[in-house]
T-cell receptor, first 114, second 114 residues
Framework: AQSVTQPDIHITVSEGASLELRCNYSYGATPYLFWYVQSPGQGLQLLLKYFSGDTLVQGIKGFEAEFKRSQSSFNLRKPSVHWSDAAEYFCAVGASGGSYIPTFGRGTSLIVHP | EPEVTQTPSHQVTQMGQEVILRCVPISNHLYFYWYRQILGQKVEFLVSFYNNEISEKSEIFDDQFSVERPDGSNFTLKIRSTKLEDSAMYFC????????????FGNGTRLTVT
């Protein structure tokens, strides 16, 4: 079965600074990978996804993520963080064979200082 | 853009009572899901539903839980006899397909069992 690790529970950045949220997955074949964002009181919104092809994927709100098979990672990045980016970020992995049900990490809470 | 809607947004119930959480998935989606998130913990898969039957369920989804699609639009999660540990945010999601199709989430129902 697939699994996801988000090693950082909280990340604090200053507005305008760059951001990288880490995600490591465990799955034997090529996974489907997703990043979701959850603002307070809201559901999970898809930021971006990776299935195949170009390993650098662009998402909404200026986010991007890079799939690195050798490191089993799918880290989320943004060059300049805005105060409105403060939220909970979840990485998820789905299996390309067998169970397609996405497995979520525990999330990383992003705090943005002015 | 079509949305997944969930009602109520917050449900308070006493231990041992039955609760029904309601969801209206996106109309042309075929796969439906329930996830839950206990406060401070990761988003956990409960059950998936396709073609009017459960397609997959987790260990959490025991006999206390049931799902139903009583008509063409609603998708419900019933907890037969609630326990304190059922207190969580419950998310409904839907997707048009499996695997590479990302899930679309509702805003969740916060269930508080007292």
């Amino acid at each position: 079965a697939q699994s996801v690790t988000q090693p950082d529970i909280h990340i604090t950045v200053s507005e305008g600074a760059s951001l990288e949220l880490r995600c490591n997955y465990s799955y034997g074949a090529t996974p489907y990978l997703f990043w979701y964002v959850q603002s307070p009181g809201q559901g999970l919104q898809l930021l971006l996804k990776y299935f195949s092809g170009d390993t650098l994927v662009q998402g909404i709100k200026g986010f991007e993520a890079e799939f690195k098979r050798s490191q089993s990672s799918f880290n989320l990045r943004k060059p300049s963080v805005h105060w409105s980016d403060a939220a909970e970020y979840f990485c998820a992995v789905g299996a390309s064979g067998g169970s397609y049900i996405p497995t979520f990490g525990r999330g990383t809470s992003l705090i943005v200082h002015p | 853009e079509p949305e997944v809607t969930q009602t109520p947004s917050h449900q308070v119930t006493q231990m041992g009572q039955e609760v029904i959480l309601r969801c209206v998935p996106i109309s042309n989606h075929l796969y439906f899901y329930w996830y839950r998130q206990i406060l401070g913990q990761k988003v956990e898969f409960l059950v998936s539903f396709y073609n009017n039957e459960i397609s997959e369920k987790s260990e959490i989804f025991d006999d206390q839980f049931s799902v139903e699609r009583p008509d063409g639009s609603n998708f419900t999660l019933k907890i037969r006899s609630t326990k304190l540990e059922d207190s969580a945010m419950y998310f409904c999601a839907s997707s048009p397909g499996q695997g590479y199709s990302p899930l679309h989430f509702g805003n969740g129902t916060r269930l508080t069992v007292t």
